[in-house]
């Protein structure tokens, strides 16, 4: 995968640092070009405001010489007047950006329950990946968990991050439910029936994932495949606690499985309390 442009958006806070960070080290390991930006609040009093985007630029340059050893001159800064996310998308589209990251930004919870986080807003609104920096950097990922329900998106998700960290360990992850499971269980006999059609489920399941890997452009070389029943939101959880990901990736828009998901109150628990650094990726 060839990556130009990132673009990384700022709010100045410790959170953000590690967002940087990892920008600086992407746009350093792949030679491409990184764009840091600030959102100023648009409805602020101009002389306040004017304040301080000076302050965020001398901030930011300095945080950009301090992270990068004094090799930050080559990335370009810039501090706008607006509201975040749609400023974030507008200079995206702007830069050609490949990659959107972000910091977990502190924001008003009473707002959000209305509006959504910025980090959700850019997703939702956007089309490009977006990669959600919660830890500090300790090198490249490694250890990636992706969730899967053998949709074009999940395809999409993958594809994109194999060419993202290609020296990762993927591990794919596939929640089902048995149908009709509760009404097979009672007796002993129709335990013994329910044990049998379960079994026949998950070697569909296990027939349905191989089809899935077979049709990828360039299936990652290390690769675990977790298929479990249960619950989206449950199997997801006890994966990242089994597995430790450094990078969780999820494809967005899908209509059924973890991409559903995404968009309801299993994606609100991972953008707003992420494991780890969380990377979305849309269809298109």
Wanted: aromatic content about 6%.
């Amino acid at each position: 995968m060839e990556m130009k442009n990132i673009l990384m958006a700022t709010d100045l806070s410790a959170r953000s640092d590690r967002a940087l960070a990892r920008a600086l080290g992407l746009a350093r390991d792949r030679g491409c070009a990184l764009t840091v930006v600030h959102v100023v609040d648009e409805d602020l009093p101009a002389s306040l405001a004017d304040a301080q985007a000076d302050a965020a630029r001398a901030s930011i340059r300095g945080h950009i010489d301090g992270l990068a050893g004094g090799a930050g001159a080559d990335v370009a800064v810039k501090v706008v007047f607006g509201r975040p996310y749609v400023s974030i998308l507008e200079i995206s589209e702007d830069s050609d950006a490949d990659l959107i990251v972000l910091g977990q930004h502190r924001e008003d919870a009473f707002k959000d329950m209305f509006r959504g986080t910025t980090v959700e807003r850019v997703i939702r609104a956007g089309n490009v990946p977006v990669l959600l920096v919660r830890d500090r950097v300790a090198g490249p990922y490694g250890r990636i968990m992706v969730g899967v329900d053998f949709s074009v998106y999940s395809r999409r998700a993958i594809e994109f991050a194999v060419g993202f960290a290609p020296g990762g360990v993927f591990h794919l992850v596939h929640a089902y439910d048995v149908p009709f499971k509760g009404f097979l269980y009672g007796h002993d006999t129709r335990r013994e029936v329910g044990k049998q059609h379960q079994a026949q489920f998950a070697q569909m399941i296990e027939a349905e994932m191989a089809s899935f890997l077979a049709g990828l452009d360039a299936p990652p070389p290390g690769l675990e495949r977790i298929a479990r029943e249960g619950a989206v939101r449950d199997v997801i959880h006890q994966e990242i606690d089994r597995l430790r990901p450094d990078l969780l990736v999820i494809g967005t828009h899908g209509r059924t499985g973890v991409a559903h998901a995404f968009l309801g109150s299993v994606a609100e628990d991972l953008l707003r309390s992420p494991p780890c650094d969380v990377l979305a990726v849309k269809a298109w």
